[in-house]
């Protein structure tokens, strides 16, 4: 069964730093042309995309986490992270990591991706 599941979230202060992981299972990030991305929903708005990695590693970032966030990907850990820093209250959301099988490049395109983790709550707050 595919399955992705992130973990890494918590309560940090403005100005801190967290370190997202999302490890997948069911499917080897490395044997395909498999697209990654980072998306984030905060309460009363809409999901928005953060951050997405290809296969060759070619990487989007958001202007709003540009120069503060890190997207990296680990195929032998099957695992793709995401390193957050100077964090805002504004970056408070659910982070959900999603792949994209079929394309790769979906992320990319602002598409929507096949698998979604459940997500893991970022609280940036004094």
């Known amino acids: 069964q595919l399955q992705l599941v992130e973990s890494g979230g918590g309560l940090v202060q403005p100005g801190g730093s967290l370190r997202l992981s999302c490890a997948a299972s069911?499917?080897?990030?490395?044997?395909?042309?498999?697209?990654l991305g980072w998306f984030r929903q905060a309460p009363g708005q809409e999901r928005e995309r953060v951050s997405c990695i290809s296969s060759d590693g070619r990487t989007y970032y958001a202007d709003s986490v540009k120069g503060r966030f890190t997207i990296t990907r680990d195929n032998a850990q099957n695992t793709v992270y995401l390193q957050m820093n100077s964090l805002k209250p504004e970056d408070t959301a659910v982070y959900y990591c999603?792949?994209?099988?079929?394309?790769?490049?979906?992320?990319?395109?602002?598409?929507?991706?096949?698998?979604w983790g459940k997500g893991t709550l970022v609280t940036v707050s004094s």
């Open positions: 069911g499917f080897t990030l490395g044997y395909y042309d498999i697209g």
């Open positions: 999603a792949a994209d099988l079929a394309y790769g490049d979906r992320c990319f395109l602002g598409r929507d991706m096949d698998y």
